[in-house]
Nanobody
Framework: QVRLVESGGGLVQPEGSLRLSCAAS????????MSWYRRAPGKQRELVAVITTGGMSNYADSVKGRFTISRDNAKNSVYLQMNNLKPEDTAVYYCNLKVGVGLYTYYWGQGTQVTVSS
């Protein structure tokens, strides 16, 4: 059974940093894109960052220059380094894995809370 475990969330002051991690287990193969989404209170879920198998990445405009997504294919893991955090970054962050070749399955982590507040 595929399982995604996230870690690294917490409470941080504005301009601080956090690093989120997401590790997949359970015999998962052919991981394609790996992504981070977030859902802020009262808002819809939004895509924060995505990284392809080849390492190309893309970011939401609101986090460009502050967040960096990376992946370790040997560990089936994806990371999100978040710097210069702002109160509006407060949200539950979810990792997402696109798995398969041609026909895809999407897996979600359980979510980790990030709170930016002084």
């Amino acid at each position: 059974q595929v399982r995604l475990v996230e870690s690294g969330g917490g409470l941080v002051q504005p301009e601080g940093s956090l690093r989120l991690s997401c590790a997949a287990s359970g015999g998962i193969y052919n991981i394609n894109a790996m992504s981070w989404y977030r859902r802020a209170p009262g808002k819809q879920r939004e895509l924060v960052a995505v990284i392809t198998t080849g390492g190309m990445s893309n970011y939401a405009d609101s986090v460009k220059g502050r967040f960096t997504i990376s992946r370790d294919n040997a560990k089936n893991s994806v990371y999100l380094q978040m710097n210069n955090l702002k109160p509006e970054d407060t949200a539950v962050y979810y990792c997402n894995l696109k798995v398969g070749v041609g026909l895809y399955t999407y897996y979600w982590g359980q979510g980790t809370q990030v709170t930016v507040s002084s």
